[in-house]
C-alpha cells in the first residue's frame, strides 16, 4: 500500500511540474517582436466595483491596443495591450513602430517606440 501512494505522489509531483513549466513557458518565455502602432482606444480606468477610478479628483484614463507583433523569424502574434493609467495618458504615435518582449499569451516587456531602421529587414517586409 505505500509502494502505491508513493508512485501516485511520484505522478502527481511530475505532473504539477509539467503543468507548471507549461504555464511559465507559455505566459513569460518571451521573444523579441516589431510592431506597427494602431489607432489606440482611450478607455475610463475602473475600480475592482466598476467605479470609475479618480486619485485627488481626477479620472484616471488608459489607450488600448490590439498589436500584430512579427518575431524575427517572421511568424506573427496577435495581442492587445493597455497602457499605463494615469491622468493624463501619452499614447503612442500611430503608425509609428515599436518593440517588445512578448509571449505566447502576453507582452511582458514594452512596448518601446523603435525606428524602422533598426527593425530586421525580413521583419520590416512584414510589417509594411
Not at 87 to 109: C, D, F, M, W
Amino acid at each position: 500500500m505505500k509502494k502505491i501512494l508513493g508512485i501516485v505522489a511520484v505522478l502527481i509531483v511530475i505532473a504539477g511540474g509539467w503543468f507548471g513549466y507549461k504555464y511559465w513557458h507559455e505566459t513569460y518565455q518571451s521573444q523579441t517582436a516589431y510592431a506597427k502602432v494602431g489607432e489606440a482606444v482611450k478607455k475610463n480606468s475602473k475600480t475592482s466595483d466598476g467605479k470609475n477610478y479618480k486619485v485627488n479628483g481626477k479620472q484616471y484614463y488608459y489607450y488600448e491596443y490590439e498589436f500584430d507583433f512579427v518575431l524575427k523569424d517572421g511568424t506573427t502574434r496577435h495581442l492587445g495591450f493597455d497602457s499605463a493609467e494615469s491622468a493624463n495618458p501619452t499614447p503612442l504615435a500611430p503608425g509609428s513602430y515599436v518593440t517588445a518582449e512578448i509571449s505566447q499569451k502576453r507582452v511582458v516587456k514594452g512596448p518601446n517606440p523603435i525606428s524602422l531602421g533598426n527593425i530586421p529587414s525580413a521583419v520590416q517586409a512584414k510589417l509594411k
